[in-house]
Protein backbone atom coordinates (compact mmCIF):
# COMPACT_ATOMS: atom_id res chain seq x y z
CA UNK A 1 0.00 0.00 0.00
CA UNK A 2 1.55 3.42 -0.66
CA UNK A 3 1.56 5.60 2.25
CA UNK A 4 0.06 8.40 0.12
CA UNK A 5 -3.24 6.50 1.04
CA UNK A 6 -3.00 7.16 4.45
CA UNK A 7 -4.35 10.92 3.48
CA UNK A 8 -5.64 11.94 7.30
CA UNK A 9 -4.14 12.84 10.52
CA UNK A 10 -6.54 11.95 13.44
CA UNK A 11 -6.08 12.63 17.11
CA UNK A 12 -7.30 9.63 18.95
CA UNK A 13 -9.77 11.61 21.81
CA UNK A 14 -10.90 8.70 23.90
CA UNK A 15 -9.45 5.44 24.36
CA UNK A 16 -11.75 2.51 26.40
CA UNK A 17 -11.43 -0.66 27.74
CA UNK A 18 -14.29 -2.48 26.07
CA UNK A 19 -13.76 -5.82 27.43
CA UNK A 20 -10.79 -8.01 27.91
CA UNK A 21 -8.04 -7.78 25.60
CA UNK A 22 -10.29 -5.08 22.87
CA UNK A 23 -9.92 -1.55 23.49
CA UNK A 24 -11.48 1.35 21.37
CA UNK A 25 -10.24 4.80 19.99
CA UNK A 26 -11.99 7.20 19.27
CA UNK A 27 -10.74 9.65 16.30
CA UNK A 28 -11.40 13.15 15.45
CA UNK A 29 -10.27 15.67 13.56
CA UNK A 30 -7.62 17.71 15.19
CA UNK A 31 -9.20 20.88 13.98
CA UNK A 32 -12.99 19.41 14.59
CA UNK A 33 -13.75 19.82 10.97
CA UNK A 34 -16.17 16.92 9.55
CA UNK A 35 -13.76 13.58 8.78
CA UNK A 36 -14.73 11.70 5.19
CA UNK A 37 -18.57 10.38 5.18
CA UNK A 38 -18.58 6.36 5.58
CA UNK A 39 -20.86 3.26 5.10
CA UNK A 40 -21.65 0.24 7.49
CA UNK A 41 -19.02 -2.22 7.07
CA UNK A 42 -16.28 0.33 5.93
CA UNK A 43 -13.08 0.28 7.24
CA UNK A 44 -10.03 3.05 7.64
CA UNK A 45 -6.12 1.98 7.54
CA UNK A 46 -4.22 2.78 10.11
CA UNK A 47 -0.22 3.41 10.41
CA UNK A 48 0.78 1.76 13.69
CA UNK A 49 4.78 2.07 13.16
CA UNK A 50 6.92 2.57 10.21
CA UNK A 51 6.19 0.06 7.32
CA UNK A 52 3.22 -1.10 9.30
CA UNK A 53 -0.49 -0.60 8.27
CA UNK A 54 -3.41 -2.50 10.25
CA UNK A 55 -7.13 -2.33 8.39
CA UNK A 56 -9.61 -1.67 11.63
CA UNK A 57 -13.05 -1.76 10.66
CA UNK A 58 -15.66 1.33 11.88
CA UNK A 59 -17.48 0.51 14.07
CA UNK A 60 -20.01 3.74 14.82
CA UNK A 61 -23.15 4.76 14.02
CA UNK A 62 -22.54 5.33 9.94
CA UNK A 63 -24.30 8.58 10.09
CA UNK A 64 -21.16 10.36 12.56
CA UNK A 65 -19.29 12.69 10.81
CA UNK A 66 -17.18 13.91 13.92
CA UNK A 67 -15.43 10.59 15.01
CA UNK A 68 -14.52 7.45 13.93
CA UNK A 69 -14.35 4.53 16.30
CA UNK A 70 -12.57 1.08 15.79
CA UNK A 71 -12.16 -1.60 18.55
CA UNK A 72 -8.71 -3.64 18.20
CA UNK A 73 -8.59 -7.18 19.92
CA UNK A 74 -4.62 -7.68 21.44
CA UNK A 75 -3.10 -10.30 19.83
CA UNK A 76 0.18 -11.46 21.72
CA UNK A 77 1.66 -13.51 19.20
CA UNK A 78 0.89 -11.01 16.80
CA UNK A 79 3.42 -9.21 14.86
CA UNK A 80 3.50 -6.22 16.61
CA UNK A 81 0.54 -4.59 15.03
CA UNK A 82 -2.76 -5.02 17.74
CA UNK A 83 -0.16 -4.97 20.75
CA UNK A 84 1.23 -1.42 19.19
CA UNK A 85 -2.10 0.02 19.04
CA UNK A 86 -2.98 -1.72 22.76
CA UNK A 87 0.15 0.04 24.77
CA UNK A 88 1.50 2.74 22.40
CA UNK A 89 -1.54 4.36 21.21
CA UNK A 90 -2.93 6.90 24.03
CA UNK A 91 -5.73 9.88 24.33
CA UNK A 92 -4.17 13.08 22.69
CA UNK A 93 -1.86 11.32 20.02
CA UNK A 94 -2.52 11.73 16.51
CA UNK A 95 -2.35 8.68 13.74
CA UNK A 96 -2.37 8.69 10.36
CA UNK A 97 -4.96 6.86 8.37
CA UNK A 98 -6.64 6.71 4.94
CA UNK A 99 -9.95 7.50 4.08
CA UNK A 100 -12.56 4.40 4.90
CA UNK A 101 -12.94 2.17 2.33
CA UNK A 102 -15.78 -0.41 2.38
CA UNK A 103 -14.82 -3.93 0.63
CA UNK A 104 -18.23 -5.07 2.81
CA UNK A 105 -21.17 -3.03 1.90
CA UNK A 106 -24.57 -4.36 3.14
CA UNK A 107 -26.84 -5.10 0.34
CA UNK A 108 -30.48 -3.65 -0.15
CA UNK A 109 -32.72 -6.25 0.93
CA UNK A 110 -35.83 -6.77 2.64
CA UNK A 111 -33.97 -8.92 5.30
CA UNK A 112 -30.54 -9.33 6.90
CA UNK A 113 -29.06 -12.22 9.11
CA UNK A 114 -25.56 -11.13 10.66
CA UNK A 115 -23.26 -13.24 12.83
CA UNK A 116 -19.96 -11.82 14.71
CA UNK A 117 -17.50 -13.97 16.31
CA UNK A 118 -15.35 -11.90 19.02
CA UNK A 119 -13.86 -8.65 17.50
CA UNK A 120 -15.69 -9.22 14.28
CA UNK A 121 -18.70 -7.61 15.83
CA UNK A 122 -17.12 -4.51 14.80
CA UNK A 123 -18.50 -4.18 11.04
CA UNK A 124 -21.17 -6.15 12.29
CA UNK A 125 -22.54 -3.53 15.04
CA UNK A 126 -21.93 -0.70 12.42
CA UNK A 127 -24.44 -2.73 10.49
CA UNK A 128 -27.29 -3.19 13.11
CA UNK A 129 -27.10 0.68 13.63
CA UNK A 130 -27.42 1.50 10.14
CA UNK A 131 -30.22 -0.92 9.67
CA UNK A 132 -32.06 -0.57 12.96
CA UNK A 133 -31.67 3.26 12.08
CA UNK A 134 -33.41 2.73 8.63
CA UNK A 135 -36.27 0.35 10.33
CA UNK A 136 -35.06 -2.46 8.31
CA UNK A 137 -36.11 -6.23 9.54
CA UNK A 138 -32.85 -8.06 10.87
CA UNK A 139 -31.57 -10.53 13.09
CA UNK A 140 -27.93 -10.22 14.75
CA UNK A 141 -26.19 -13.23 16.35
CA UNK A 142 -22.80 -12.21 18.06
CA UNK A 143 -20.56 -15.08 19.78
CA UNK A 144 -17.80 -15.18 22.11
CA UNK A 145 -15.67 -16.88 24.22
CA UNK A 146 -16.67 -15.33 27.45
CA UNK A 147 -18.72 -12.64 28.66
CA UNK A 148 -15.79 -10.52 29.48
CA UNK A 149 -14.05 -10.78 26.06
CA UNK A 150 -17.70 -9.34 24.56
CA UNK A 151 -16.95 -5.74 23.28
CA UNK A 152 -20.23 -3.42 23.16
CA UNK A 153 -22.74 -5.22 24.97
CA UNK A 154 -23.94 -2.31 27.71
CA UNK A 155 -24.39 -0.28 24.25
CA UNK A 156 -26.16 -2.93 22.36
CA UNK A 157 -28.83 -4.01 25.29
CA UNK A 158 -29.32 0.00 25.75
CA UNK A 159 -29.74 0.29 22.22
CA UNK A 160 -33.48 0.22 20.84
CA UNK A 161 -32.87 -2.57 18.58
CA UNK A 162 -31.31 -4.47 21.45
CA UNK A 163 -34.39 -7.47 20.75
CA UNK A 164 -33.10 -8.43 17.75
CA UNK A 165 -29.75 -9.39 19.16
CA UNK A 166 -28.63 -13.04 20.54
CA UNK A 167 -25.35 -13.40 22.50
CA UNK A 168 -23.72 -16.65 22.75
CA UNK A 169 -20.81 -17.35 25.22
CA UNK A 170 -19.51 -20.48 27.30
CA UNK A 171 -20.70 -18.43 30.67
CA UNK A 172 -23.99 -18.29 29.81
CA UNK A 173 -24.84 -22.24 28.58
CA UNK A 174 -28.77 -21.98 29.36
CA UNK A 175 -28.62 -19.01 26.30
CA UNK A 176 -28.00 -22.27 24.57
CA UNK A 177 -25.38 -22.41 21.60
CA UNK A 178 -25.43 -20.63 18.36
CA UNK A 179 -27.10 -23.21 16.23
CA UNK A 180 -26.17 -21.92 12.67
CA UNK A 181 -27.92 -24.61 11.10
CA UNK A 182 -31.04 -24.20 12.37
CA UNK A 183 -31.51 -20.52 11.78
CA UNK A 184 -29.96 -20.93 8.05
CA UNK A 185 -32.36 -24.04 8.01
CA UNK A 186 -34.35 -22.56 4.73
CA UNK A 187 -32.74 -20.25 1.87
CA UNK A 188 -34.98 -17.51 1.07
CA UNK A 189 -33.88 -15.13 -2.16
CA UNK A 190 -35.11 -11.87 0.27
CA UNK A 191 -32.01 -12.51 3.08
CA UNK A 192 -28.86 -11.55 2.75
CA UNK A 193 -26.27 -12.86 4.99
CA UNK A 194 -23.18 -11.19 6.50
CA UNK A 195 -20.44 -12.69 8.80
CA UNK A 196 -17.41 -11.55 10.99
CA UNK A 197 -15.02 -12.81 13.33
CA UNK A 198 -12.29 -15.46 13.52
CA UNK A 199 -11.37 -17.54 10.30
CA UNK A 200 -13.10 -20.94 11.63
CA UNK A 201 -15.78 -19.10 12.85
CA UNK A 202 -16.39 -17.41 9.25
CA UNK A 203 -15.81 -21.24 7.37
CA UNK A 204 -18.28 -22.52 9.90
CA UNK A 205 -21.32 -20.06 9.01
CA UNK A 206 -20.61 -19.85 5.61
CA UNK A 207 -20.26 -23.66 4.89
CA UNK A 208 -23.58 -24.04 6.83
CA UNK A 209 -25.46 -21.79 4.86
CA UNK A 210 -23.68 -23.35 1.01
CA UNK A 211 -24.93 -26.56 2.73
CA UNK A 212 -28.54 -25.59 3.35
CA UNK A 213 -28.47 -24.30 -0.14
CA UNK A 214 -27.64 -20.36 -0.29
CA UNK A 215 -26.12 -18.63 -3.33
CA UNK A 216 -22.58 -17.21 -2.67
CA UNK A 217 -24.26 -13.78 -3.82
CA UNK A 218 -26.52 -13.70 -0.82
CA UNK A 219 -23.36 -14.49 1.78
CA UNK A 220 -20.84 -11.47 2.37
CA UNK A 221 -18.21 -11.88 4.90
CA UNK A 222 -14.31 -9.96 6.00
CA UNK A 223 -11.67 -12.11 7.07
CA UNK A 224 -10.04 -9.91 10.18
CA UNK A 225 -7.17 -12.64 10.84
CA UNK A 226 -6.23 -14.03 7.52
CA UNK A 227 -5.85 -17.31 6.43
CA UNK A 228 -2.02 -17.47 7.43
CA UNK A 229 -1.41 -20.17 9.52
CA UNK A 230 2.06 -20.95 11.19
CA UNK A 231 2.89 -24.41 10.83
CA UNK A 232 5.31 -26.32 13.22
CA UNK A 233 6.05 -28.19 9.79
CA UNK A 234 7.52 -25.23 7.66
CA UNK A 235 10.87 -25.60 6.81
CA UNK A 236 13.65 -22.63 5.55
CA UNK A 237 14.06 -22.12 2.08
CA UNK A 238 15.74 -18.99 -0.12
CA UNK A 239 14.59 -16.32 -2.02
CA UNK A 240 16.73 -15.11 -5.16
CA UNK A 241 16.13 -11.62 -6.61
CA UNK A 242 16.07 -11.38 -10.05
CA UNK A 243 17.32 -8.04 -10.81
CA UNK A 244 20.86 -8.15 -8.24
CA UNK A 245 20.92 -12.32 -8.14
CA UNK A 246 21.10 -11.68 -4.57
CA UNK A 247 19.91 -14.48 -2.38
CA UNK A 248 18.41 -15.24 1.26
CA UNK A 249 17.27 -18.27 3.09
CA UNK A 250 14.02 -17.14 5.06
CA UNK A 251 14.11 -19.12 8.10
CA UNK A 252 10.90 -21.26 9.34
CA UNK A 253 10.13 -18.51 11.71
CA UNK A 254 10.22 -15.36 9.76
CA UNK A 255 8.22 -14.72 6.44
CA UNK A 256 9.71 -13.92 3.04
CA UNK A 257 8.75 -9.86 3.85
CA UNK A 258 10.77 -9.58 7.38
CA UNK A 259 13.67 -11.44 5.49
CA UNK A 260 13.75 -9.21 2.50
CA UNK A 261 13.20 -5.91 4.49
CA UNK A 262 15.34 -6.87 6.93
CA UNK A 263 17.93 -6.64 3.79
CA UNK A 264 16.57 -3.40 2.65
CA UNK A 265 14.20 -4.81 0.16
CA UNK A 266 11.42 -2.96 0.23
CA UNK A 267 8.08 -4.50 -0.02
CA UNK A 268 4.94 -2.93 0.95
CA UNK A 269 2.74 -4.45 3.05
CA UNK A 270 -0.73 -3.20 4.65
CA UNK A 271 -2.60 -6.44 6.65
CA UNK A 272 0.49 -8.77 6.64
CA UNK A 273 -2.33 -11.70 6.94
CA UNK A 274 -2.84 -12.80 3.11
CA UNK A 275 -6.02 -11.07 2.49
CA UNK A 276 -5.37 -7.40 0.97
CA UNK A 277 -3.00 -8.81 -2.17
CA UNK A 278 -0.25 -5.01 -1.12
CA UNK A 279 2.36 -7.61 -1.21
CA UNK A 280 1.54 -9.39 -4.14
CA UNK A 281 4.78 -10.41 -6.13
CA UNK A 282 5.58 -12.05 -9.54
CA UNK A 283 7.34 -15.60 -9.46
CA UNK A 284 9.73 -16.21 -11.86
CA UNK A 285 10.62 -19.30 -11.00
CA UNK A 286 9.84 -22.55 -7.76
CA UNK A 287 6.51 -23.16 -6.81
CA UNK A 288 4.81 -20.98 -4.04
CA UNK A 289 3.31 -22.50 -0.71
CA UNK A 290 0.25 -19.91 -0.88
CA UNK A 291 -1.05 -19.17 2.65
CA UNK A 292 -3.12 -16.49 1.50
CA UNK A 293 -6.92 -15.57 0.69
CA UNK A 294 -6.37 -12.84 -1.70
CA UNK A 295 -5.84 -14.76 -5.12
CA UNK A 296 -8.10 -17.14 -6.14
CA UNK A 297 -7.87 -21.39 -6.73
CA UNK A 298 -6.86 -20.75 -10.18
CA UNK A 299 -4.22 -17.98 -9.80
CA UNK A 300 -2.61 -19.96 -6.74
CA UNK A 301 -2.63 -23.07 -9.58
CA UNK A 302 -0.69 -20.70 -12.07
CA UNK A 303 2.29 -20.00 -9.46
CA UNK A 304 3.03 -16.82 -11.04
CA UNK A 305 2.65 -14.62 -8.05
CA UNK A 306 2.86 -15.27 -4.22
CA UNK A 307 2.34 -13.11 -1.20
CA UNK A 308 5.22 -13.04 0.61
CA UNK A 309 3.73 -11.13 3.50
CA UNK A 310 2.69 -14.96 4.73
CA UNK A 311 3.16 -17.46 1.80
CA UNK A 312 5.93 -19.53 1.71
CA UNK A 313 8.06 -22.26 -1.18
CA UNK A 314 7.35 -25.44 -1.55
CA UNK A 315 10.58 -25.59 -3.55
CA UNK A 316 14.22 -24.90 -2.40
CA UNK A 317 14.23 -22.02 -3.81
CA UNK A 318 12.00 -19.13 -5.84
CA UNK A 319 13.17 -16.85 -8.04
CA UNK A 320 11.36 -13.00 -7.51
CA UNK A 321 11.23 -10.41 -10.00
CA UNK A 322 12.07 -7.73 -8.04
S1 LIG B 1 0.21 -7.50 2.98
FE1 LIG B 1 -1.86 -8.01 2.65
S2 LIG B 1 -1.69 -9.81 1.46
FE2 LIG B 1 0.33 -9.41 2.02
Redesign the pocket.
Known amino acids: MSNSTLSLFVRVTKKTQEAEDIVSFELADPHGRPLPAFSAGAHVDVRIKDGLVRQYSLCNHPEERDRYRIAVLREPASRGGSTGMHDDVQEGDLLQISAPKNHFPLEPSPRTLLFAGGIGVTPILCMAERLAHTHAHFEMHYCARSRDRMAFVDRIQQSDYAEHVHFYHDDQPEAGNLDVASLVAEPDKDTHIYVCGPSGFIDHVLSTCKAQGWPASQLHTEYFTGAVQDSEDDESFEVKIASSGASFTVPKDKTVYEVLSENGVEIM????????????TRVLEGEPDHR?L?LDDEEHAANDQF????SRAKSKTLVLDL
Open positions: VSCEQGVCGTCLDYTPCC
